[in-house]
């Protein structure tokens, strides 16, 4: 018995119908916004791995808006005390990246913690996205401070300093080792007592005159004889000041075309006195009228002309010492182009 050939055309009517609708499904408005979700949450989830109680234990989820609009973050939903989400850039311009810190409260919480954090966006439309971190906060052992921070050192310059940490439990725990992932953050360890139950120790941590210009977050792993979770990470913080600083740090030019000459307003500040030679960036001719008289703030309208600009590039200041010696300040200069008429 032959197959009909009006049911024939029922069928391929009917495959053509679910085909279009998923091409519709595929197509549709909440589809294309999970692709440019996925495209502006590149990390969505964060493990901070074993840490010690009261170690300042944070996470940035960097936010990238590849819209031609701006992007709003209304608030962070969170599913666990255990975390503080911060919204640190509520309105993200087209082009720009914004974050959310993710805080673990080591300080109140203990155990194996984790928390969904549940971002609102409401601009350009509204949408939810599901962020996840998870940590283990050690009982028996607490970070004082929490952190090693420096607060500012010189460029060149060399400075210590330190935290303690303080364990209660095996009688025989011990740090064997402290892993640096830069070579100029030297730690050390000292043991400071031993006995009534408690163990404390000394952790030094010295910056070394080749640390590298601007601001530093870090991490130092100490390694324990622990048999379960021997490495516990430890935070590390400060900023590099260079010899020369220059404000703004990131000099913004918007709507740029080769040719143009655009004026900035640059404030370079040493620690002592000093004759301004030149200002260089790749890109970029930059004129300016120099200064006859050493002093250690000069002020300087300085005239970008765009000759191969790019979206960022570092600008170097040379100047000349009152002891004749040579030091570079830095900046970066951060463009976006005019659009093609």
């Not at 996925?38 to 901070?48: G, I, R, Y």
């Not at 765009?306 to 951060?334: E, F, H």
Request: contains cysteine.
């Amino acid at each position: 018995m032959g197959f009909p050939i009006s049911n024939f055309r029922s069928h391929r009517a009917l495959v053509l119908f679910f085909g279009l609708g998923l091409a519709t499904l595929l197509a549709s408005p909440a589809n294309a916004a999970n692709n440019w979700v996925n495209e502006a949450f590149a990390v969505k989830t964060h493990n901070f791995g074993t840490v010690g109680v009261a170690s300042k234990t944070e996470f940035r989820f960097e936010i990238f808006n590849p819209l031609d609009q701006p992007i709003h973050l209304s608030k962070v939903r969170r599913s666990c005390g255990c975390t503080t989400p911060i919204i640190e850039t509520p309105w993200i311009q087209p082009g720009e990246t914004g974050s959310i810190l993710a805080r673990f409260n080591t300080d109140t919480f203990r155990g194996k913690k984790g928390a969904t954090l549940t971002v609102v966006i409401d601009r350009p439309t509204y949408t939810e996205v599901r962020l996840r971190v998870d940590g283990y906060i050690r009982s028996d052992m607490v970070f004082h401070p929490g952190e090693v921070h420096f607060g500012t050192v010189d460029q060149g310059d060399t400075k210590s300093s330190q935290t303690k940490v303080l364990y209660a439990g095996r009688s025989d725990w011990q740090i064997r080792n402290i892993e640096s992932n830069v070579d100029w953050l030297q730690p050390e360890v000292k043991l400071s007592k031993r006995g009534g139950g408690q163990i404390h120790y000394d952790i030094i941590v010295n910056i070394l005159e080749h640390a590298p210009e601007g601001d530093f977050l870090n991490q130092l792993t100490l390694v324990t004889n622990d048999t379960r979770q021997p490495r516990v990470p430890l935070r590390v913080s400060g900023s590099v000041a260079p010899p020369i600083q220059i404000a703004p740090r990131n000099i913004s030019i918007a709507d740029i075309k080769v040719g143009d000459v655009i004026s900035k307003r640059l404030v370079l500040k040493g620690k002592q006195s000093f004759q301004l030679q030149d200002i260089q960036c790749e890109g970029w001719e930059i004129s300016f009228e120099p200064t006859e008289d050493p002093k250690n703030v000069h002020i300087v309208n300085a005239q970008f002309k765009a000759i191969a600009p790019q979206p960022r590039k570092q600008i170097t200041v040379n100047v000349q010492t009152d002891d004749n010696q040579s030091q570079s300040g830095y900046a970066t200069v951060l463009t976006t182009f005019a659009a093609d008429e």
